[in-house]
Structure formats: C-alpha cells, structure tokens
C-alpha cells in the first residue's frame, strides 16, 4: 500500500481497478472513499461499462466527499471517437470541514497513484460537474 502525503495509505485495488479502467475498459466509472479509521483510500463503487453518466452522478453522495475516476467517450468535431480519464474532487459544501480537509490534503498524493489521468475537475455541487461542463473540458 502507497502512504499520502496526509498519512493516507492508497489500498492496492484503487490503483488495479484504475489500470483495468484505463487499459481493458472494464469500468466507465470508479468512486474512492477514504476510510478514516483504516486511515486509507478505498474502492467504493464501480460502474459497469454500460452505465450512464446520470448513473454515475447519482452515485456519488450528497452530503459526502468522494474522489472519482470517469471514462468519458465523446465524437470530435472532426467525427473521430475519443476518450478522456477525469479525475473528480467531489467536496459537497454540505459535507463536514473535517472531511473537506482529509480529501483536499490527501488528493494530489491519490491523483499521483492513478497514472493515466487526462482532465482533473473540483465539485462542490452538482452544477460544476454536469454533463455540459464535462463535455467543454474534454475536447
């Protein structure tokens, strides 16, 4: 296991499931928790390859924060399929300041173990992570 910056260790699966993502594709999204007990990043959720972009948002807690890793595939102007790996911060203003600070201060470390990130986005409510914001980032 990788130690954060934080003292977050990074649990060996967050980083398998990010390489099968971003290799095999086998996930179109994946949502990391810390677990402040075990003091260590974790894997919370996976989504299959055919979920949603709604199916992700939905996953992600209201009140919580949350690291996660999208595949979002998209047509350029030119009609060539591409994809890009976001990384998200989601940091909900209605979340614990404790929490806030946990995330922020462990999450350059946590970005640093998923090699193959290509646009990084800060939430704090669903309006800077929508669909239309994610599309603008990604070309």
Not at 67 to 83: G, L, M, R
Not at 124 to 130: A, N
């Amino acid at each position: 296991m990788a130690n954060a910056a934080s003292g977050m260790a990074v649990h060996d699966d967050c980083k398998l499931r990010f390489l099968e993502l971003k290799a095999k594709r086998t996930y179109r999204f994946i949502v990391y928790k810390i677990e402040e007990k075990q003091k260590q990043v974790v894997v919370e959720k996976v989504g299959e390859p055919t979920k949603s972009y709604e199916d992700f948002t939905a996953s992600l807690p209201v009140d919580e924060c949350r690291y996660a890793v999208y595949d979002f595939d998209f047509v350029t102007a030119e009609n060539c399929q591409k994809s890009r790996i976001f990384f998200i911060a989601w940091s909900p203003d209605t979340s614990r300041v404790r929490s806030k600070m946990i995330y922020a201060s462990s999450k350059d470390r946590f970005k640093r173990e998923l090699d193959g990130i290509q646009v990084e986005l800060q939430a704090t409510d669903p309006t800077e992570m929508g669909l239309d914001v994610i599309k603008s980032r990604a070309s």
